[in-house]
């Protein structure tokens, strides 16, 4: 589908999506730029020229806010005749505010992919006639914002070079963890049904991706709203699934009951990867966080997971001076985390969100010294990930090649670690018997690169 831009020539919509925050935006950025591409837009960089930037946003703290506003204000002085679409959470929660915002176009939301295909192109989802007048001539789309998942566009060519798909399952969350936004904002629970998940991935299978990741704004609640639970999809998964491996996103650890692991380890299927969301190594800052289990529960599962799963790479997010943070509860935490089998940390500062009760909490932590923090738990974090690579040394490992440049081709292990396996001399990137990008392949690790931040590997039984 064509746009009339000028002189009443067919042209080429060229769309530009930038993505901010979690996994789940960035699976329905992809599912965005896919169903636009099969529409005939040319999808580019948000620094390139296009008729229209759609910035799918993120709302977990006043910070994202802030964020999100500035790319729209540079946008808009840089492209003044482009039209700009906001998307995403920061869209959902504050439309009607945004609706007048100088410079924004349009505020739609993104679980509808089609919502957002007709303000764009004027077409629906279906491929069908166009709904509504193309952006270029429209101000916003005045339907409320659907709750609905969109599955993957179903017009996807067979593309060999295919490696790994962001699946979103899941949408909304009704936790009540006091630094979050999201259960105000996506209340509603809403699962892909279990035979949506199955023909999706099918699908996803049949044009050439090798990986699935599941994800969801709270992966863990998948199901709930219709009497069924994530542990029922993957065991479905198990036996159903078409594609080669699935990654499991994130999931809080009172949501990886012994059985859900048992399933993992016993189906080649998952990868040995689990990012546990676990905030806090502190039972009391976990309380005034109110998340729903304490460092027992943590324990428990984590050393379960290990003694299942050896190989498991295990990664967890922290959030460093929450409101009250002391000292001692940090010395503690810090205790806490290297007596753990985690491989790696993400660490976020706490940063104030307007409208969550973390605002009314006491003895706020200063900036400087939630920094400072932060710092402390990343050398931690990272000594942590080096070890976990420097022990995969020696193993055999499935990688799916994603690129080949300057002589060496770059992939992820199941186990995700990130690998590079240096192609014999003169091969100009590719080489018979090695991966083709989007192949798997059998590797041995031979080392870690620290400089690359890389395992070096040899390849040791090619196959397609
Ligand atoms: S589980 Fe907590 S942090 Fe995650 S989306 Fe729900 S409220 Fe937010």
New binding site residues.
């Given amino acids: 589908m064509c746009s009339v831009l000028a002189n009443n020539q067919p042209k080429a919509l060229r769309v530009a999506v930038e993505t901010l925050g979690c996994r789940s935006n960035y699976a329905d950025s992809v599912s965005l730029q896919a169903a636009l591409l099969e529409r005939g837009a040319v999808t580019c960089g948000f620094d390139s020229v296009a008729d229209v930037y759609v910035l799918n946003t993120c709302t977990i703290t006043d910070a994202a806010d802030r964020e999100a506003m500035k790319i729209v204000r540079q946008v808009r002085a840089r492209a003044p005749h482009a039209k700009v679409v906001l998307t995403g959470c920061l869209a959902q929660s504050r439309r009607a505010a945004l609706e007048g915002y100088p410079g924004i176009d349009a505020v739609v939301g993104l679980s509808s992919k089609s919502e957002i295909l007709a303000v764009i192109l004027g077409v629906n989802d279906a491929g069908g006639e166009p709904e509504t007048e193309p952006i270029v001539q429209l101000a916003s789309l005045k339907s409320p914002i659907s709750h609905q998942i969109a599955g993957p566009s179903r017009t996807m060519g067979e593309i060999a070079t295919r490696a790994r798909y962001h699946l979103r399952i899941q949408d909304g ?5 006091t ?5 105000q904002i996506k209340n509603e629970l809403s699962s892909r049904s279990a035979e949506d998940v199955l023909d999706d991935i099918r699908y996803l299978a049949s044009v050439g991706y090798r990986e699935i990741v599941l994800t969801g ?2 992966l863990g609640a998948y199901g709930e709203e219709r009497g069924s639970s994530l542990m029922e999809l993957l065991s479905l998964l198990a036996g159903k699934s078409a594609v080669r491996r699935i990654r499991i996103s994130s999931l ?1 650890p009172n949501e990886l009951c012994p059985e859900v692991i048992d399933l993992i380890a016993e189906n080649e299927l998952f990868c040995a990867h689990l990012h546990v ?1 676990i ?1 806090s190594f502190s039972d009391s800052v976990l309380k005034r966080m109110n ?1 729903r289990y304490r460092m027992e529960d943590v324990r428990e599962i984590l050393w379960y997971i290990n003694n299942k799963l050896p190989r498991c790479c295990i990664g967890s997010d922290v959030i460093t001076g929450f409101p009250g943070e002391s000292r001692q509860e940090v010395d503690k935490a810090i205790e806490e985390f290297l007596g753990l089998p985690i491989s790696y940390l993400h660490v976020f500062p706490y940063s104030e969100r307007a409208g969550t009760p973390a605002l009314r909490l006491k003895d706020s932590v200063p900036v400087v010294e939630r920094r400072r923090r932060a710092a402390l738990w990343r050398k931690h974090g990272e000594a942590r990930r080096r070890d976990f690579l420097q022990g995969c040394a020696g193993r055999e490992l499935e990688i799916i090649a994603e690129r080949a440049v300057g002589g060496a081709i770059y992939g992820t292990s199941r186990e995700y670690a990130p690998v590079k396996l240096p192609l014999p001399k003169g091969s100009n990137n590719v080489f018979a018997g090695y991966p083709a990008v989007g192949a798997t392949a059998i590797v041995r690790a031979v080392a870690f690169n620290e400089s690359e931040k890389k395992l070096i590997c040899q390849l040791s039984n090619p196959e397609n």
Avoid: A, L, S
């Fill in positions: 969350c009704r936790n009540c963890c630094y979050c936004i999201i259960p704004t709270h809080d969301c905030q998340r």
